[in-house]
């Protein structure tokens, strides 16, 4: 994908998904953290026999920042584009405001953007490396809290139930902190660090949620909130480096129709430019059956 890290794989003419060499796929992506399949044009099935044969442990997704629509009744197989949204999402990781975040992401192309639309992919480790030493001491120093408040209302969408007390086990069960308010609004902390080690414990990954509720909390909406633990935003001149190194780092995976994207969630961000028309992609979350 760059000479940096990501690897893309071409289809053959009439090859399909199921032809390519198990250990092979395994061993790129152990390699290099993120795949890029492209050319290979498989239908929604195709694409669930292949990613299960490379991953297990599928997971519904419930208790993220947004809703997600199910495709075809498989709640393991969902929508990312909720219609009318065509805006940028920032880098980030898969749900890391939460104990255990998946370790395995897939992302299939059904319809591509009329223009941009690209899925962006960005090593975590890289970003950790090209942060100045102020940044990373600030990072390594500094846990983050992510807050979220929900209306009564957006409980069912996102937690797929209006009963707070399921809620309140579903959120104590991923290491959330969760207060119900009278109104029937529910207010959620998590405290984590915004690295995350390799399993070596000789790198730091700058893995997390942070940039997407930054421009979430910038645009005017304060449902969901990042914040030290003293209650103070983040220093303004570590999020302007922080978007830099970022963007220059960051590679655009075009996402034409049947197009996949096999992303290690432990090593790599990811994100979206904006886009116009109708634009379906959709996720699956799990964890390798191989050793990673």
Not at 24 to 50: L, N
Not at 243 to 259: H, K, L, Y
């Amino acid at each position: 994908m760059t000479p940096l890290f990501g690897q893309t794989i071409q289809a053959q003419p009439g090859q399909t998904l199921m032809d390519l060499d198990l250990e092979s796929v395994r061993q790129t992506y152990r390699d290099y953290g993120a795949i890029f399949f492209s050319g290979f044009t498989p239908s929604i099935e195709h694409f669930k026999s292949f990613t299960s044969a490379h991953s297990t442990e599928f997971m519904e997704y419930v208790g993220g920042a947004m809703s997600r629509s199910p495709i075809n009744g498989d709640q393991t197989v969902v929508s990312v584009t909720n219609p009318g949204d065509t805006f940028a999402v920032p880098l980030h990781g898969e749900l890391y405001y939460r104990d255990n975040p998946p370790r395995l992401l897939w992302f299939y192309c059904d319809v591509p953007a009329a223009t941009g639309g690209e899925t962006t992919v960005c090593d975590a480790f890289l970003i950790f490396e090209r942060l100045s030493a102020h940044a990373k001491s600030f990072f390594e120093k500094n846990p983050i809290v992510y807050i979220r408040t929900y209306s009564s209302d957006e409980l069912e969408s996102i937690y797929h139930t209006r009963d707070v007390e399921q809620v309140r086990a579903m959120c104590e069960a991923s290491g959330i902190a969760c207060e119900c308010k009278p109104d029937g609004s529910v207010v959620t902390r998590y405290t984590t660090s915004a690295l995350r080690q390799d399993p070596s414990g000789t790198r730091l990954a700058f893995i997390n949620n942070i940039l997407p509720v930054l421009g979430l909390e910038m645009s005017g909406k304060t449902g969901s909130l990042i914040r030290l633990e003293n209650g103070y935003g983040l220093p303004h001149d570590v999020i302007i480096e922080l978007r830099r190194v970022c963007e220059e780092i960051t590679f655009p995976a075009p996402m034409r129709s049947g197009d996949l994207l096999m992303i290690d969630n432990t090593r790599m961000m990811h994100g979206r430019r904006s886009f116009t028309g109708k634009r379906a992609v959709y996720s699956r979350l799990g964890a390798p059956v191989f050793e990673a």
